[in-house]
């Protein structure tokens, strides 16, 4: 019996983990992209329509591209930051011109804007 119950006990909590993980990332004002080892993070986020998003560069040089041509930084090194404000609700990802591609290839992201 005690085996089955620590059987359950195991099986609910690696439920909670594949819950966890699927869960989007919460709906705020504003967020923040650390640019570090060749990768945004967080690799999506979502904002309220309106809100801004920073991209902050901790090493190397990148940029921040829209797949869509709507916005664009210049080139960013180690401690620059490049912010976009959308005011438009949408899907709009983004790349690194240097390392990713348009349509998620590499070094890319999304913003998700919510009205």
């Not at 901790?58 to 930051?81: C, I, M, P, R, W």
């Not at 690194?96 to 913003?111: E, L, N, P, Q, R």
Request: net charge positive.
């Amino acid at each position: 019996m005690r085996k089955v119950v620590v059987l359950i006990g195991i099986l609910m909590l690696g439920s909670l983990a594949v819950l966890a993980v699927n869960v989007p990332a919460p709906l705020t004002a504003g967020a923040t992209v650390t640019i570090s080892n060749f990768q945004f993070t967080p690799k999506v986020v979502r904002i309220k329509a309106g809100g801004e998003v920073t991209w902050q560069v901790k090493e190397g040089t990148h940029t921040v591209t829209a797949d869509d041509g709507s916005f664009e930084s210049q080139n960013l090194s180690g401690g620059q930051k490049f912010s976009h404000t959308f005011d438009q609700a949408g899907t709009y990802r983004y790349y690194c011109s240097f390392h990713g591609s348009k349509g998620g290839h590499d070094m890319a992201g999304t913003v998700i804007v919510s009205k």
